[in-house]
């Protein structure tokens, strides 16, 4: 009624991780519960009319001041000396919190319509990768830090699930 827009927030884990890059209109193929979760609720935003909603798939959201909730498990166990696993085999692009928010604020503005975009950052990185840069940061011995495998994990998690970014750059 207002004409306001809603800006849904969604996620790069609603793919099955194995044909990425993935493209805005490639279809959810989630393969455990967040990413089911994710992908009904995109449904349901779906339903509103074009010109009030865009969906923004984004991946991990990172951030030092303060640390993101990922990165702060990585530095408090290592200040714990407690050893921790992190996959070498699951790809992400994570994005600056600030760059995000920047991103969103000018979609929000925006009079053009876009139903889905996707913005991540622009490096892909794996969970271990990650966490080397967050000791790095942090200044600790990344010494506690194993490498593992995602396809070893209990819980089926997607891969690869880096996102393609150029709408976002051409908008």
């Known amino acids: 009624e207002t ?12 793919f099955d991780g194995e044909r990425a890059p993935y493209a805005e209109d490639d279809l ?10 994710k992908a009904i609720a995109e449904e349901r935003v779906g339903t509103l009319p074009a010109a009030q909603r865009c969906i923004v798939r984004t991946s991990l959201i990172t951030g030092t001041d303060p ?8 530095a408090e ?4 000396r407690k050893p921790i696993t992190l996959f070498v085999d699951e790809l ?3 994005i600056w919190v600030e760059d995000l928010a920047a991103a969103l604020w000018e979609l929000s503005t925006w009079e053009h319509h876009v139903p889905i975009v996707h913005v991540a950052g622009p490096e892909a990185l794996s969970r271990y990768a990650l966490g080397l840069l967050v000791a790095a940061h942090e200044g600790l011995s990344a010494e506690g830090i194993t490498p ?10 997607p891969r690869d699930v880096r ?5 976002a750059t051409r908008l």
Do not use: E, F, I, K
């Open 148 to 157: 593992g495998l995602s396809r070893d994990h209990a819980v089926a998690r």
């Open 3 to 14: 004409g306001a827009r809603l800006l849904h927030m969604s996620t790069d884990a609603l």
């Open 92 to 94: 992400r692009c994570p």
């Open 67 to 74: 640390l993101d909730p990922r990165s702060a498990w990585v």
């Open 28 to 37: 959810p193929q989630p393969v455990h519960a967040y990413g089911r979760a």
């Open 77 to 80: 166990s290592l200040r714990a």
């Open 163 to 167: 996102l393609d970014t150029r709408l």
